[in-house]
C-alpha cells in the first residue's frame, strides 16, 4: 500500500474539556478533465496525534472540471493557521496541429495526440504542490503511430505515473489505495488515453480513472464521482467529459465523537472508531 503519512501541525490548538486524541484523515482532490485524458486529484493523508476538544474542523471538497484542471480539496481546524490541500488534477492536452501539452496537477494530465506528423504532446508533471511525500505522479505522452493513427497520453495517478507502452493504447496511472475507512480503496485514478480508433483508446487508471474513448465510436468516460479520478480522453475536444468530484474522511475514536457536523457527511462506525466521509463541504466538532 502506498504510503502518504507526513507530520501535520495545529490541529490541536484551541478547544478543551478533554485529553487530546488521534486523527487519521484523507484528503483528495478533483480530478482534471478534457483533451487527451486528464490527470487524478492529488492524495495526502496523515495521522494527528493531538486533536483537543472544541474544535471545528472543516472539510473544503474540490470538484471535477470538464476541459480543464480539477478545483482542490482541504481540511483546516478553527483557530489555527494550517490548511492541508491536495491538489486537482490537470487537465488533458487537446488533440490539435500543434497539440496541446498536458497541464500539471496533483497528477498531470496527458499529451494531446498528433496529426499527421506534427510532434506528439508531452505529459504534464504531477505534484504541482510540491508536497513531500508526493501528491501525484506525471501524465504520459501522446503517440504516432503513422499519419492515420495516434493517441493521446494517459493521465497520472496518485500512485503511479502513466507510462507510454509497447502495445497502441495508452492507459492512465494507477490510484493509490486507502484503507481509512476499514476496506482498502484505490482514489485518485488517471484518465486513459483517447485515440481516433478502438484500439487506440486506453483504459483508466484504478481509483476513478476514466476510460479513453475514439471518434468516431464509444465515448470517453468521466472521473468516478468523489474518488478524484481523472476523465478519459477523446480526439474531438467537443466531447471532454468531467473528472471526478474529491473526497475528505476523517477517523477518530468513537469515544471522542460529538456528532455536530454541518454538510450531512456519512458516517459510520469501524470498530472502536468513527468514520466521517465528506463527499460536499461541510464541518465535524472536535
Known sequence: ?????????????????????????????????GGASAGGGGMRSSTQSDIAAGNTITATIGGGNAAAKGSDSSIASSGVITTITSTGGGKGGNFGNP???????????????????????????????????????????ARQVSDADYNGGGGGGAGTAATTPGQVANPGGQGAQSDITGSATYYAGGGGGGGNTSTMAGQGGQGGGGNGGYNPGVAEQGGQANTGGGSGGVRDTSGQRIGGSGIVIAKIPTANYTGETTGSPQVATSGDFTIIKFTGTGTFTS
Open 1 to 33: 500500500m502506498t504510503s502518504f503519512g507526513y507530520n501535520v501541525l495545529g490541529f490541536g490548538a484551541g478547544g478543551g474539556g478533554g485529553p487530546p486524541y488521534e486523527m487519521i484523515f484523507l484528503v483528495v482532490a478533483g480530478g482534471g478533465g
Open 99 to 141: 497539440p496541446q501539452n498536458g497541464g500539471t496537477g496533483g497528477s498531470g494530465g496527458g499529451g494531446g495526440g498528433p496529426h499527421q506528423g506534427v510532434p506528439a504532446g508531452t505529459g504534464g508533471a504531477g505534484n504541482e504542490g510540491g508536497y513531500s511525500p508526493s501528491e501525484g505522479n506525471n501524465g504520459g505522452a
